[in-house]
């Protein structure tokens, strides 16, 4: 297991990120089949995620809070690519090792028009020891709360992993983000669901032009992952509200 090399990845990447981990493989035995490292990386044995925050300052804008959002998110999401891809190139030049960056957001995959990341993200953050799930279905950092966006690197480079905290981040009686959700995304148990939350708070102005008719829906990969860019976020009420982002 090489120590070193992880030490000098982590020096590499400074303060380019506002937080990285690191998830062995192993970690990964429950992930589904086809979104499992070893289908991304041959002989995958590491996982690393990179998270960039969203300044806290973006969910208390009086009037452009979903403005600075909009930019913010995708400004975020080109910047990790950027840093991935490098990281990749940077992880391959020092020895016989392979490395496949995981994209911050598309392309994605879809599962009856359910869209998926090609590794999930957020379970990917967890297993790295970056923060643990919240009652609103988001991954919590102990520092920036939800506001990191996620790309990762998968390679071969067998490293030390990061230690795991998966424990319940969030305030015991605390429910602020099920009862201000104002899509209903959440059952009366508590439980998140995903398509109705991106139903309401994701929004393109393509979208309904090119996923009108069975031919649009047929490619709905290729239109999301090429024309589905700079999507409109609509809605963020669940982390303006939470306590972990103040």
């Known amino acids: 297991m090489t120590n070193d090399l992880k030490e000098v990845i982590v020096s590499h990447l400074g303060n380019t990120v506002s937080a990285v981990g690191f998830a062995p493989v192993e970690r990964f035995a429950q992930a589904p089949e086809q979104h499992h490292p070893a289908k991304i990386c041959k002989n995958a044995q590491t996982v690393i995620v990179l998270g960039l925050q969203i300044p806290r300052g973006i969910l208390t804008s009086p009037d452009y809070n979903l403005y600075g959002l909009h930019r913010s998110y995708h400004t975020a999401y080109r910047r990790l690519d950027e840093i991935a891809l490098e990281l990749c190139n940077f992880i391959e030049a020092q020895g ?18 359910e869209p998926w990341g090609i590794l999930s993200l957020k379970h990917a953050a967890v297993r790295a020891g970056l923060g643990a799930f919240g009652r609103s279905g988001q991954v919590y950092h102990p520092v920036y709360g939800s506001r990191l966006r996620l790309a990762a690197v998968v390679t071969d480079a067998e490293l030390p992993g990061d230690p795991v ?34 139903g309401h708070a994701i929004k393109h102005a393509i979208y309904p032009l090119a996923l009108k008719d069975a031919a649009g829906l047929k490619h709905i990969e290729r239109v999301i992952n090429t024309a589905g860019h700079d999507y409109w976020i609509d809605c963020d009420e669940c982390m303006k509200v939470c306590p972990l982002n103040r």
Do not use: Q, W
């Open 165 to 198: 905290n998966d424990r319940l981040p969030c305030p015991e009686k605390c429910r602020a983000c099920l009862k201000i959700c104002p899509a209903g995304a959440f059952t009366d148990e508590g439980d998140f669901r995903k398509m109705i939350c991106l």
């Open 96 to 113: 016989k090792y392979a490395a496949v960056m995981i994209p911050s957001y598309a392309p994605m995959v879809f599962h009856n028009f």
